[in-house]
């Protein structure tokens, strides 16, 4: 028995590349139930069932809450993004045909269900019907089940109805469908069957669990409801009595908590073969799906998480290894880059990698209620017996470089591949990630390092009482460690080595100077992408750590990157030497004395270029020069990634994430702020004039953003707009808004209330032109709370 899946997954699946997720919001809002009939004959719209009571009910259709009424008395007390509210709901509510009488959302609603137009039984299944609004539909329209969020709304492609999945789970193929099968409800099958054969088909119960224990279950038209409270309670305690450490290691307390997922495989989304339409399925067994992926299939398979996360799952040849592709759809909605995991398959491997699954939903998790999010060489800790072995730790997560992407299935940037990490590697993937990446990159000949896992390997690493980190690094309780500025590059070449900093991290060497000790200055590095080779680090059976370099294949070395820079100031001036330069396992050691040590701060204070000449007193005799350079050039980021307004790119822009989202809900559905793009590359959010006055004056207009759309976020969602994006443009006194998604412009009803709600805002501030070119991103969602 086939599942109806939320609009969200419909919507990903027509478009591929939607995300969504969820959160809280104190704001109640418009309510969908005022749409008339016939408002989307193409798509369904499925919407949260409220269980509140009237008074509660009655908050969302007035588009306030009970104190914003009472705030209401009193003008000057209320934001001007709320003042602009009602004119603008006022607008929408005309374009789109919304009834005013709040008795048709309520009161009027059982007179509506009775008075709702029939379907000739001459032209049924001929001619395309007039669809019942899901906001008239709070039961199932034959046997009276009440729709919750796991109790889902089928519309009949025949009649036009709105019923249960028992209710409404048979297929036949329909003539103004082009011929295609269609779901209809029991009663237009049983009436289009006896035009050909008599008889009536039934279905039995079935259960469909997401992956993060979350039931959707349907039943037969005479059976009686199910608490999904009491269902979920007994799921969780009969997995909590089969695997009580399958929490991930650093999982979430309270009400978000994960319990230990269900051992079976999560829901999968399938096409019906109509426009816009998906199923949630538990299909066929493993075995049989197995089968499918060594086949070959053109599409991967699709599992359902969550109703606003995916698992993205396809057997590929990579670099002549079979392995999984697994990646995950949805995590761009909580701020988190995707995730994309390449596991190479055992012989003979019967099962899917569904550890994943768990860890992935721990990931989003993280993200969402946390706000801890994996950045390029950041890791991830999973619990003990993650893919069949308690040495497995974790994953590294490093961007695609020199790498070959061919083949892979990836989703939209910003993505992360995770490499798999051993217990014994762990101290590394703290204090030292680039070393673990590049040494990964020796063992397995790839540059800089694979983007694939190996299960049941060796550890890379063992004790560190050997390694110079041993000094720099606290390896038992992280007090301090080796302190690293973005975007900083270490080059090697003969005779000459170039330490590069970006101009735009001055701030971030200052605090490094300030904290360091006065005779010794200790610097990590990032990856150097402009190098085509770079120092590597590798332990020996005897536990001694040497040095080796690892290279592009079949190119020249001629730039090798470090990983590191030491300046010691213990070179005495009797020594005979101006300075001495070494290379130590992967990094730089430059031996210098006290007075050119601190002529070295002092021109790192200035942001002022330095060289450190290295040899002996004889002029004769010196060899080799190190130059601490500063450069405009800052390394790239956000590749790949485009504006949702027009396509602009929005590479080498500086963007950050919104540490407090702000979210609003309505009508099952929630619009999040996941982060701000600043348009001009010379501007940097930490070093604008009035920052703090400018964060505010964003806030609240991410605020008026929100507030104007919240009572259109099915109409959008219903769209494909789940990503969205507002532009400000600031034109001397005037400001210039501009608002789009999937790379066009919102429609001019959505254009004009934002632009009366946001201009308000503007006026109600002293300072508007404080404001700089921005890009706020929001994601619409399903509320799944």
């Known amino acids: 028995m086939r599942q109806a899946v939320t609009s969200t997954l419909s919507i990903w699946g027509e478009r591929r590349f939607g995300y969504s997720t969820l959160k809280e919001s104190g704001e109640s809002l418009l309510d969908e139930r005022k749409l008339k009939p016939g408002l989307k004959e193409d798509s369904v719209v499925e919407e949260k069932e409220r269980a509140e009571n009237e008074q509660e009910q009655l908050e969302p259709v007035l588009g306030r809450p009970a104190c914003l009424l009472e705030d209401t008395q009193q003008p000057g007390s209320?934001?001007?993004?709320?003042?602009?509210?009602?004119?603008?709901?006022?607008?929408?509510?005309?374009?789109?045909?919304?009834?005013?009488?709040?008795?048709?959302?309520?009161?009027?609603?059982?007179?509506?269900l009775g008075a709702l137009p029939m379907q000739h039984c001459s032209s049924l299944g001929t001619t395309a019907p007039q669809w019942v609004p899901d906001s008239q539909a709070p039961v199932c329209m034959k046997c009276g089940t009440?729709?919750?969020?796991?109790?889902?709304?089928?519309?009949?492609?025949a009649c036009g109805k709105v019923f249960c999945a028992v209710c409404c789970d048979l297929r036949f193929k329909l003539t103004h469908l082009g011929g295609k099968e269609g779901r209809v409800c029991v009663t237009c099958h049983s009436s289009l069957r006896s035009r050909e054969c008599p008889g009536n088909q039934r279905k039995e119960q079935k259960k469909v669990w997401f992956a993060d224990n979350v039931l959707s279950q349907s039943r037969s038209a005479n059976s009686s409801p199910i608490n999904r409270s009491e269902c979920h309670t007994q799921r969780v305690e009969l997995a909590q009595a089969d695997d009580s450490d399958s929490q991930a290691g650093h999982g979430v307390t309270g009400e978000n908590t994960k319990a230990p997922p269900p051992k079976e495989l999560p829901p999968i989304l399938t096409s019906t073969g109509v426009k816009g339409d998906y199923t949630l399925e538990e299909k066929r067994t493993e075995s049989l799906l197995l089968e499918e992926l060594e086949r070959g299939l053109a599409e991967p398979l699709v599992f359902v998480l969550n109703a606003n996360l995916l698992a993205v799952v396809k057997i590929v040849s990579y670099v002549n290894r079979r392995?999984?592709?697994?990646?995950?759809?949805?995590?761009?909605?909580?701020?988190?880059?995707?995730?994309?995991?390449?596991?190479?398959?055992?012989?003979?491997?019967?099962?899917?990698?569904?550890?994943?699954?768990?860890?992935?939903?721990?990931?989003?998790?993280?993200?969402?209620?946390?706000?801890?999010?994996l950045n390029n060489l950041s890791h991830s800790l999973v619990s003990r017996g993650f893919l069949g072995n308690n040495e497995h730790a974790g994953f590294l997560y490093v961007r695609a470089t020199f790498q070959s992407l061919e083949g892979l299935p990836l989703p939209a940037p910003p993505f992360l591949f995770g490499l798999l990490l051993l217990r014994a590697e762990l101290l590394w993937a703290k204090a030292f990630p680039l070393r673990l990446m590049l040494r990964l990159g020796a063992e397995y000949r790839f540059y800089p390092c694979p983007l694939f896992s190996?299960?049941?390997?060796?550890?890379?690493?063992?004790?560190?009482?050997n390694s110079i980190m041993r000094l720099l690094v606290d390896f038992r309780f992280f007090r301090y460690t080796l302190p690293m500025v973005p975007g900083l590059i270490v080059d090697l070449e003969a005779r000459s080595t170039c330490i590069r900093i970006p101009k735009a991290r001055h701030p971030e060497l200052l605090k490094v100077l300030n904290k360091s000790n006065e005779r010794v200055l200790a610097l990590g590095a990032s990856f150097n992408e402009q190098a085509d080779s770079h120092l590597i680090c590798v332990q020996t059976a005897d536990g001694q750590y040497q040095t080796q370099a690892i290279s592009i294949h079949s190119q020249p070395r001629r730039v090798t990157g470090s990983c590191f820079f030491v300046f010691s100031g213990g070179l005495k001036a009797s020594s005979g030497f101006l300075a001495k330069s070494s290379i130590v396992e992967d990094g730089l050691m430059v031996q210098i004395t006290m007075e050119t040590m601190?002529?070295?701060?002092?021109?790192?204070?200035?942001?002022?270029?330095?060289?450190?000449?290295?040899?002996?007193?004889?002029?004769?005799?010196?060899?080799?020069?190190?130059?601490?350079?500063?450069?405009?050039?800052?390394p790239c980021i956000n590749k790949g990634i485009v504006s949702p307004i027009d396509g602009r790119s929005m590479e080498s822009l500086t963007n950050i994430k919104t540490h407090?989202?702000?979210?609003?809900?309505?009508?099952?559905?929630?619009?999040?702020?996941?982060?701000?793009?600043?348009?001009?590359?010379?501007?940097?959010?930490?070093?604008?004039?009035?920052?703090?006055?400018?964060?505010?004056?964003?806030?609240?207009?991410?605020?008026?953003?929100?507030?104007?759309l919240c009572q259109s976020l099915c109409l959008l969602k219903e769209d494909g707009m789940t990503k969205l994006a507002l532009r400000v443009i600031p034109e001397g006194q005037k400001m210039e808004f501009l608002a789009g998604s999937n790379g066009q412009c919102l429609p001019p009803v959505y254009q004009a209330c934002l632009n009366q709600s946001l201009m308000a805002v503007l006026q109600s501030n002293c300072h508007p032109h404080t404001l700089s070119q921005l890009e706020l991103i929001f994601y619409i969602l399903e509320d799944t709370s």
């Not at 009440?146 to 492609?157: E, N, V, Y």
């Not at 190996?454 to 009482?465: D, H, I, Q, W, Y």
């Open 598 to 634: 601190a002529e070295l701060r002092r021109s790192l204070r200035d942001m002022k270029n330095f060289t450190v000449t290295c040899g002996k007193l004889n002029p004769a005799e010196r060899q080799e020069c190190v130059h601490i350079q500063w450069q405009d050039e800052e």
């Open 323 to 373: 392995c999984w592709c697994v990646m995950s759809k949805g995590m761009h909605a909580v701020g988190q880059p995707e995730v994309v995991i390449l596991l190479q398959c055992l012989p003979e491997e019967k099962r899917f990698p569904t550890d994943i699954f768990n860890h992935f939903i721990q990931i989003y998790w993280d993200a969402r209620t946390a706000g801890k999010l």
């Open 78 to 112: 209320m934001d001007p993004s709320e003042l602009t509210l009602d004119s603008c709901q006022e607008n929408i509510k005309s374009s789109y045909g919304m009834d005013s009488a709040l008795n048709t959302a309520f009161g009027g609603r059982k007179a509506s």
């Open 146 to 157: 009440k729709f919750s969020f796991t109790k889902r709304r089928h519309h009949c492609r």
């Open 454 to 465: 190996v299960r049941f390997r060796e550890p890379l690493f063992g004790l560190v009482n």
């Open 660 to 708: 407090q989202p702000l979210e609003f809900r309505a009508n099952g559905k929630l619009i999040r702020w996941t982060e701000t793009f600043y348009l001009q590359k010379d501007q940097h959010p930490h070093g604008v004039s009035n920052h703090s006055n400018q964060s505010r004056l964003t806030e609240r207009l991410a605020r008026a953003f929100c507030l104007a």
